[in-house]
Nanobody, 122 residues
């Protein structure tokens, strides 16, 4: 089971760091990704990273502002979010894929965690 944490309320221009941990499995075995879903909108890809922590992939809307990383020694996935905008308001979820390549398609992810709410005020 995956669990995301670190969300909260922040003003526009602020920063947050999300974390994702797992119980019952080791994240190092998976490509990991972050997705988000805003009220009334479909889930969208945010970022993904390979098993080793390389080959990061970002959605265009967050590139240059967000950074995905992982600490395999701590078995934890991170999403550093800077220069947050009201449009970033959503529930953010982490997901694990058994693919051998980073992917931005939700259908390629096998395990999903409960999300954490991020609210950016203007």
């Amino acid at each position: 089971q995956l669990q995301a944490s670190g969300g909260g309320l922040v003003q526009a221009g602020g920063s947050l760091r999300l974390s994702c941990t797992a119980t019952g499995r080791t994240l190092t075995s998976y490509v990991m990704g972050w997705f988000r879903q805003a009220p009334g909108k479909e889930r969208e890809f945010v970022a993904a990273v390979s098993r080793s922590g390389g080959s990061p992939l970002y959605a265009g809307s967050v590139k240059g502002r967000f950074a995905i990383s992982r600490d395999n020694a701590k078995d934890t996935l991170y999403l550093q979010m800077n220069s947050l905008e009201p449009e970033d308001t959503a529930v953010y979820s982490c997901a694990a894929s058994r693919r051998t390549y980073t992917t931005n398609y939700a259908s390629t992810y096998d395990y999903w965690g409960q999300g954490t709410q991020v609210t950016v005020s203007s």
